[in-house]
């Protein structure tokens, strides 16, 4: 059984950067899909970028040119790094892993809060 563990969310001003990371109990290797969601108050989990087994990285729209998702298969990691934080930003960040193609995330970590002040 896979555990996923978030860490790395605070409190930072707006135009700050903050390093998410999830650190998985066992390898990385068996999954086709290592991702990072976020919810806001009163709104849906949403996506916020993944990394395939190959590499590919996707972003969605607020997130592209300001987030990077990263993985480290050594350390059994994956990563968010965040920079030029707006408000809008804040949320509670989720890492996720997917086992199968065309289908949905199976683990998620228990998510780190990100609060963005102007």
């Known amino acids: 059984q896979v555990q996923l563990v978030d860490s790395g969310g605070g409190l930072v001003q707006a135009g700050g950067s903050l390093r998410l990371s999830c650190a998985a109990s066992?390898?990385?290797?068996?999954?086709?899909?290592l991702g990072w969601h976020r919810q806001a108050p009163g709104k849906q989990r949403e996506l916020v970028a993944f990394?395939?087994?190959?590499?590919?990285?996707n972003y969605v729209d607020f997130a592209k040119g300001r987030f990077t998702i990263s993985r480290d298969r050594a350390k059994n990691t994956v990563y968010l790094q965040m920079n030029s934080l707006r408000p809008e930003d804040t949320a509670v960040y989720y890492c996720?892993?997917?086992?199968?193609?065309?289908?949905?995330?199976?683990?998620w970590g228990q998510g780190t809060q990100v609060t963005v002040s102007s």
């Open positions: 990394i395939t087994a190959g590499g590919t990285t």
């Open positions: 066992g390898s990385i290797y068996g999954f086709v899909r």
């Open positions: 996720s892993a997917a086992l199968k193609n065309y289908g949905p995330f199976d683990y």
